[in-house]
């Protein structure tokens, strides 16, 4: 099982208050990952990114994306040799092509922090 595939099973584990809906489009590039639904009826998207260094590795379509939607979209990188997450707003995408993953603007720093912070948007 590819890396990211791993990280979208455990993220849809420990957040069962989510619906999550995997999106595999291939006729619009750019498009993240996940779309998911929340208990405070809020939509949102995250794209999921596994690193091994500092650099988050992006398509041109995904910066795209994340220039155009600035809102209620977010980037879930994790680091597996260091076990550690962090959760980026896609507003912040430029600043993560640039800074990667030490960029300062992450949501949170842990898979169940990510999973409680996207859980009680719209609350």
């Given at each position: 099982?590819?890396?990211?595939t791993?990280?979208?099973?455990e ?5 069962p ?9 291939t ?9 998911g ?6 939509f ?11 650099k988050i ?24 040799s260091?076990?550690?997450c ?8 430029l ?5 990667g993953?030490k960029n ?5 720093l ?8 996207l ?5």
């Amino acid at each position: 099982m590819k890396p990211e595939t791993k990280l979208w099973h455990e993220f849809k584990r420990i957040t069962p208050q989510i619906t999550w809906t995997r999106l595999e489009n291939t006729s619009v590039l750019g498009t993240p990952d996940l779309l998911g639904y929340n208990t405070n009826s809020h939509f949102f998207t995250v794209e999921l990114k596994i690193i091994s260094g500092n650099k988050i590795r992006f398509s041109p379509h995904q910066i795209s994306f994340h220039i155009q939607h600035p809102k209620n979209t977010f980037i879930l990188c994790k680091k597996p040799s260091q076990a550690s997450c962090k959760l980026f707003p896609g507003a912040s995408i430029l600043a993560l092509v640039k800074e990667g993953f030490k960029n300062p603007d992450a949501c949170c720093l842990s898979l169940d922090a990510c999973g409680l912070f996207l859980s009680s948007l719209g609350a």
